[in-house]
């Protein structure tokens, strides 16, 4: 019997002009993109570096601000707080409050040694409410007596007491409420 031999090499054929210059310029380029990714690579961590240090710079100024800050707070709350008052006792003067300004030197001229008014709020209608703190019992009495006097003087009106109470030292508390009116008979 007759041996066949097989060829199992393909044969070579000639490469085309093109993929030769491929084969020589694709090594060389990468080559050069690599170091280009280096040097890229490289400069961003330059970058980043410098940022990070001027980012640490920044955020130590911020830290000494907000320290230096934090003693100022306390005075700014006190100033923000006198602004919003001054701003509340600007709308009350810009009302009418003749009647306030009327009544308190009425209520107050009873105020003495003896006996203490504590808090005392009067609206634009004259109506007033107070908290008396007296000292006795005879100074108490005459208290209400003196309001009973200006009662009929026509200077209140409608005078309310309530809520009398003893304090633990002995003094007397109570809370009244009443109207002022303008003396028609001055005014007249």
Do not use: C, W
């Amino acid at each position: 019997m007759r041996k066949k031999s097989i060829n199992l090499l393909i044969e070579a054929t000639e490469e085309a002009g093109i993929y030769k210059k491929l084969k020589k310029i694709m090594p060389l380029a990468a080559g050069a993109l690599l170091i280009l990714f280096i040097i890229f690579y490289a400069g961003s961590l330059f970058y980043i570096r410098s940022n990070n240090r001027e980012y640490k710079l920044l955020q130590s100024e911020i830290k000494t601000s907000e320290k230096n800050i934090s003693k100022y707070q306390s005075t700014e709350g006190i100033y923000l707080a006198t602004f919003g008052i001054l701003d509340v006792v600007k709308k009350i003067l810009e009302k009418n409050t003749s009647v306030i300004a009327d009544s308190l030197p009425e209520i107050l001229s009873s105020n003495s040694e003896v006996f203490r008014i504590k808090t005392l709020t009067v609206d634009r209608q004259g109506q007033a409410v107070f908290n008396v703190t007296a000292f006795s019992l005879p100074v108490l009495e005459a208290f209400v007596d003196d309001l009973q006097t200006k009662e009929n003087e026509y200077v209140f009106s409608d005078i309310k007491a309530q809520g009398i109470l003893r304090e633990k030292d002995g003094s007397y508390t109570l809370n009244v409420s009443l109207k002022y009116k303008r003396n028609t008979a001055l005014s007249g």
